[in-house]
């Protein structure tokens, strides 16, 4: 069964980091793009970062450039997102979404291209 595990969410105070972990089960993430969105209450979902296949690749919407990173560790099957300099704007339900792109290094910004979802990690920014 293909699985995306979502883990690291939590609460921080403004100003804080958090990293969050994407994990795959059933499938090696070798040849696959990454998106992690997220959504906030009454809020549309978000794309927030994206990257392709091999990690040379990576796309941040306007709001998080600069404060945070996306990753992958291929060894380990897992996607990384590393927040710094929270805000409470960055309150939401945080997912991780994958898509076959084995012949492409980007990787889609729409989220409707994306096959295989996680469950999501909660973040919560707030003194």
């Known amino acids: 069964q293909l699985q995306l595990v979502e883990s690291g969410g939590g609460l921080v105070q403004p100003g804080g980091s958090l990293r969050l972990s994407c994990a795959a089960s059933?499938?090696?993430?070798?040849?696959?793009?990454i998106i992690w969105f997220r959504q906030a209450p009454g809020k549309e979902r978000e794309g927030v970062s994206c990257?392709?296949?091999?990690?040379?690749?990576?796309y941040y919407t306007d709001s998080v450039k600069g404060r945070f990173t996306i990753s992958r560790d291929n060894a380990k099957n897992t996607v990384y997102l590393q927040m710094n300099s929270l805000k409470p704007e960055d309150t939401a339900i945080y997912y991780c979404?994958?898509?076959?792109?084995?012949?492409?290094?980007?990787?889609?910004?729409?989220?409707?291209?994306?096959?295989?979802w996680g469950q999501g990690a909660q973040v919560t920014v707030s003194s």
């Open positions: 059933g499938f090696t993430l070798d040849y696959y793009a």
């Open positions: 979404a994958a898509t076959y792109r084995r012949w492409s290094r980007t990787c889609p910004k729409g989220l409707g291209e994306y096959d295989y």
């Open positions: 990257i392709g296949n091999s990690g040379s690749y990576t």
